[in-house]
């Protein structure tokens, strides 16, 4: 007989499917061999234009995102939420498996880094009920070239999710009660070395921010440009 059409929905849920099949890496990523491209953003620090990331607007209802240097897992598919900054954005991550340095900059930021091999993932900010599903004040905002989706579940032993101390510009990703003095032990058996107090991070001020930039002066910045342009003309 016949096979009845899928319904929307049924068609919409193959889509979600396939889509998490086409960007997931194999089961038991253990990290990859960076392109100068991702060499830019995770060891140059470098950072994606806004929108441009094949995460941004990703949201997949199984797996997890691991560091695409190493692999080591970061964070669940659930931490992650449509923030409309421009980059992925995730309200959680897997205790031990981010640590955190505030920027000496002068711009109040606070980064955040593969708490293994140290590559750079982007920054946190603290947003207080600033989006109506995350499960956290805090926002990660990560670039895409920087994580790697894998479809499965993260492998035996990865710790349970959390929120970052954020009372230090450099505190480690697990509860305050149970940090110790020593170097922390991390997912993977890396050991991070411990750092010194910094000053606390302050929150970004004005319209909405990610990598520290103000997207609505941005945006008007750019309208200026268009507009100083077709005065110009071509060329």
Known sequence: PARNPMTYKEQREQAQRQLEDKLS???GFAGKQLTSEEAQ???GKGTE?????EYDSFAPQRGYFACRKCGLPIYSFEAKFKSGCGWPAFDKCYAGAVATKAEDDGTGRV???CARCGGHFGHIFEEANAHDK???DQRHC???LALQYIKDDPPPGTAAETTLDLSRGAAQSMPVEERPAAAPQVAGGATVAPR???APAQPPQGGAQCFGLDLSRLERLVSNLERCADRMGPG
């Open 25 to 27: 890496a194999p089961s």
């Open 41 to 43: 953003i995770i060891e």
């Open 49 to 53: 234009a806004p929108g441009a990331g």
């Open 111 to 113: 980064e955040i880094t």
């Open 134 to 136: 995350r499960r956290s």
């Open 142 to 144: 990560a670039n895409s």
């Open 196 to 198: 010194a107090p910094a």
